[in-house]
């Protein structure tokens, strides 16, 4: 079973960066697709970034492209979610999710959720 525990969400202020981190045990991480997706209250779960199992794809959504930033270490079996120049529309609860076979952005085809982590951005 993969388990995925994200970490590093919180409250930042407008203008401000956050890194968010998850952490996936209980699968070969190096053949898992990577997601990063948000909610809002009211509002459904999107993409923010994905990245594929060998993180040479990678995809944002148009409202974080040139801002965020998702990498990996396949070595210590994480993604990361680099955000800077946040502003409040960024508020959200943050999930990460994973995906064995072939690479995609569409959430309904990520098997694997974490818990979520919080990120507020004040103005």
């Known amino acids: 079973q993969v388990q995925l525990v994200e970490s590093g969400g919180g409250l930042v202020q407008a203008g401000g960066s956050l890194r968010v981190s998850c952490a996936a045990s209980?699968?070969?991480?190096?053949?898992?697709?990577m997601g990063w997706f948000r909610q809002a209250p009211g509002k459904q779960r999107e993409l923010v970034a994905a990245?594929?199992?060998?993180?040479?794809?990678?995809n944002y959504a148009r409202s974080v492209k040139g801002r965020f930033t998702i990498s990996r270490d396949n070595a210590k079996n994480t993604v990361y979610l680099q955000m800077n120049s946040l502003a409040p529309e960024d508020t959200a609860v943050y999930y990460c999710?994973?995906?064995?076979?072939?690479?995609?952005?569409?959430?309904?085809?990520?098997?694997?959720w974490g818990q979520g982590t919080q990120v507020t951005v004040s103005s």
């Open positions: 209980g699968c070969t991480f190096s053949t898992c697709n």
């Open positions: 999710a994973a995906k064995r076979g072939y690479y995609s952005v569409n959430s309904l085809e990520y098997h694997y």
């Open positions: 990245i594929s199992s060998g993180g040479s794809t990678t």
